[in-house]
């Protein structure tokens, strides 16, 4: 079992450039989770997805967007970056709402 | 205004005795609770969970004591070992038992000595 993969492992943008980053739950896991953890910080829920659709969202600007395939994968999109969205974006995938299992993470830097 | 808050940044402790970790939390609407370690280039790995109708919840060399009268949570590690040196990080949940969406703390940086 791979576990959840996330790609790529770093990436670095430029301020007002547009990222995606992707998951791969785990299998059997059709729930997957976005967060993003600041250093020194915990991570910071940015939304959840379930059959497809947005189920639940954080304190997060609409530049933060989301879409979750059939497959169950999913992949987060930044516009407009800022400076101040370099990160460690981690993705969680679940079946449910059941425990959430952590991908090791992208981690997002912005010049 | 955080609403999961872990006061200590780090901790160290001798290999063999017992490291606390502790978690405070403001949102008396959560219902679930569970402890997280981080290495240093993975994602938070579970831990421990335990839910607000429990006061204490046991798994090997982990116990993690819920006192939701001060919403106060804390994490036992007895005894301590030199790979229990990680980062820990408390999270919260309201989802009515179930994990929706997670408020973590800021986390503890345990480390433990030989």
């Known amino acids: 079992d791979a576990g959840v993969t996330q790609s790529p492992t770093h990436l670095i943008k430029t301020r007002g450039q547009q990222v995606t980053l992707r998951c791969s739950p785990k299998s059997g896991h059709d729930t997957v989770s976005w967060y993003q953890q600041a250093l020194g910080q915990g991570p910071q829920f940015i939304f959840q997805?379930?059959?497809?659709?947005?189920?639940q969202r954080g304190n997060f600007p609409d530049r933060f967007s989301g879409h979750q395939f059939p497959n169950y994968s999913s992949e987060l999109n930044v516009n407009a970056l800022l400076l101040g969205d370099s990160a460690l974006y981690l993705c969680a995938s679940s079946l449910s709402r059941d425990e959430q299992y952590f991908g090791p993470g992208t981690r997002l830097t912005v010049t | 205004d955080q609403q999961v808050k872990q006061n200590s940044p780090s901790l160290s402790v001798q290999e063999g005795r017992i490291s606390i970790l502790n978690c405070d939390y403001t949102n008396s609407m959560f219902d679930y609770f569970l402890w997280y370690k981080k290495y240093p280039a993975e994602g938070p790995t579970f831990l421990i969970s335990?839910?607000?109708?429990?006061d204490k919840n046991e798994d090997g060399r982990f116990t993690v004591f819920l006192n939701k009268s001060a919403k106060h949570l804390s994490l036992h590690i007895v005894p301590s070992q030199p790979g229990d040196s990680a980062v820990y990080f408390c999270a919260a949940s309201a989802g009515g038992g179930s994990q929706g969406n997670l408020i973590f703390g800021k986390g503890t940086k345990l480390s433990v000595k030989p």
């Open positions: 335990i839910s607000s109708i429990k």
């Open positions: 997805y379930y059959e497809e659709e947005e189920r």
